[in-house]
């Protein structure tokens, strides 16, 4: 039975993923590294500190990330600010009828809290969530499952009562392995045979998402 719903932010709440790696791209132009792209997908979902490793791991031990992460994400900042940054289509509509069904929601994303508060309270969503976990406030980031575990225990509901919704692959795993349902709505990567055979359903918007669960919840209730 779906008591709750858990969503990650990037690509799901907010179509931001696409401006993270334009950013990237900017700054890969400057100092004149390539294949940015490529990393940047490797990392989607996950905290800084994976993707910090990860960069590293690719350009060398002496690539100056921290400097030019710096660099990306003030160009993000500067087009995301300020209530800027663009939600993906039928968010509202889908918060708006999980509150009137009395679902618990919480956000379960790998992006610092401060900027999570940030954008969600300019968006004028933060009134939405029960909860909210950030890549910050947890000790191994996705694809493991202490985020949505997390999530589960400030919800108060176990986690096989509760439905994700996540774009990435990593995301999909992490709440998988946690226990919940998971839906997947593509947004970078689409998904590949494990991505169909580890998400509950692939749909293509959250318009279909909340269909979705309008549809499971009349059918629990017969």
């Not at 791209?25 to 490793?53: M, P, S, W, Y």
């Not at 998904?191 to 549809?215: F, Q």
């Amino acid at each position: 039975m779906i008591q709750a719903v858990v969503f990650d932010m990037d690509g799901v709440i907010f179509d931001s993923e696409r401006l993270v790696i334009e950013c990237w791209k900017k700054v890969a132009g400057e100092k004149g590294f390539t294949g940015v792209e490529d990393v940047c997908c490797i990392c989607l979902g996950t905290n800084d500190v994976q993707t910090r490793a990860k960069f590293l791991e690719v350009y060398g031990e002496d690539f100056p990330y921290d400097t030019y992460e710096r660099e990306m994400a003030g160009l993000f900042h500067e087009k995301a600010d300020g209530g800027q940054l663009p939600k993906k289509a039928g968010v509202d509509a889908l918060l708006t009828f999980l509150r009137e069904r009395g679902l618990k929601i919480a956000l379960a994303t790998s992006s610092k809290e401060r900027t999570v508060r940030r954008e969600i309270e300019e968006a004028g969503l933060l009134s939405y969530f029960d909860a909210i976990v950030c890549g910050d406030m947890i000790r191994r980031s996705k694809p493991e499952p202490d985020i949505y575990l997390k999530a589960c225990e400030c919800l108060q509901v176990e986690p096989e009562n509760a439905c994700a919704v996540e774009d990435s692959f990593n995301g999909v795993r992490s709440a998988t392995r946690a226990g919940l349902s998971c839906i997947m709505v593509p947004d970078i990567k689409q998904p590949d045979e494990e991505m169909r055979e580890l998400a509950c359903c692939i749909l293509p918007s959250l318009l279909e998402v909340k269909e979705y669960l309008k549809e499971r919840l009349a059918e629990e209730q017969v």
